[in-house]
């Protein structure tokens, strides 16, 4: 699939901002503070509805105004479709979908109408952070994958918080237990959907992960494993044994403020040679994995999805070396890719890539310019030379 229009309204720092993407790899090249990053969100809000770097909606819209968008035309192989994404500073629905122009009724009904994978400097917090991280690695990739599991995680936090709510409830005073069944329901039910998903999803990420690692590394000897810490280990009546779990740790919840068991303390191991690489990893192997963890989810996309999602680099080419950053230039080939970069010649000359210049005028506003390959430009100066010499 492929981004073919990009709209920025009040976003950041664009007041309005109209592209028309290349189906390959677009570069945005610009000093820092420019508004490159801000663009890769604006995508990001229309495949996942929110931002890959906040959870508050407000800090998107630009600054003084009381509503800011961001929208796309997506081409896929069922055709097109537009895509946006509406954020209001106050009021009752302060986040609305628009799917080819009709308002959604809730956040769902955009789930996988895009689909992407976001690169950054942050993904080495997938190997040295704690578990959430993991988890989020996997709810981003997952819910944009299955409607279904974006709904389940949706239902799963909201109870959640309701039995955490009543846990600290009975603190000052006891609560009958008939009081947390609907809620322990609830969780269950959607735990039911989770863990199925999250243990098929991650069997194919850890078989790519230690390939792509391999591959990577150029070690033979090490090896990376990635395994999924399920809070259950029973493969059939996931409900049941969740209900039964919860019921059984209700007095311990009690004492701790909060609940212990469920897919919301899971996490994704990580371990080289058998050993947990939070511990023993050097900063070399740990940008392999984390290099590797991501290409991985690119793969599995392409895999249960069908076709590819579109990807985008945050300013990861100048972190790389020469070999983890053909590695990635190796899997990007077909694929629709937005890149970020301070200075353009950050990428491969080789490489075949459409160039915008980003750049603020005096009140901070961003713009972006189509502008003319490096390569063509240099070409260009010397027929100019050239000319001028005769
Ligand atoms: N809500 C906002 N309203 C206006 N400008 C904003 C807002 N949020 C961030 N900015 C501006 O956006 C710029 C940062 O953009 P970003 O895309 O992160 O830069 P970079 O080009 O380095 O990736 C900064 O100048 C910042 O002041
Ligand atoms: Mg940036």
Redesign the pocket.
Known sequence: MRVKKLKLKQF??YDALELTLDPGVNLFF??????????LEAVHYCALGRSHRTAQDR?????DREMGACGVTVEKRDGAHDVAVKLLFAGEKRKQVFLDGKRASRLAGMMGMLQCVIFSPEDLMLVKDGPSVRRRFLDMLLSQLSTQYFLALQSYQQALRQRNALLRQFRTAPVPTASFLPWEEAMAQAAAVIIPERRRCCARLAQEAQKRYLSISGRDGEVFTLSYECCLSQEDNLREHVLSELDRSRTEDVRRGGTGFGPHREDLALYIQGKDMRLFASQGQMRTAALAMKLSELSVFQQMAGEPPVLLLD?VMSELDLNRRTRLLDEIRGVQTLI?CTDESDLNAQEKYVPWR?S?DKE?K?RVMACVHQEREQRLRELDDGFLDE
Not at 30 to 39: A, V
Not at 59 to 63: D, L, N, P
């Open positions: 950041r720092n610009g000093p820092n503070g420019s508004g490159k990053t801000n663009l800090e998107v819209i630009a600054r300013d970020t980003v603020t901070g961003a």
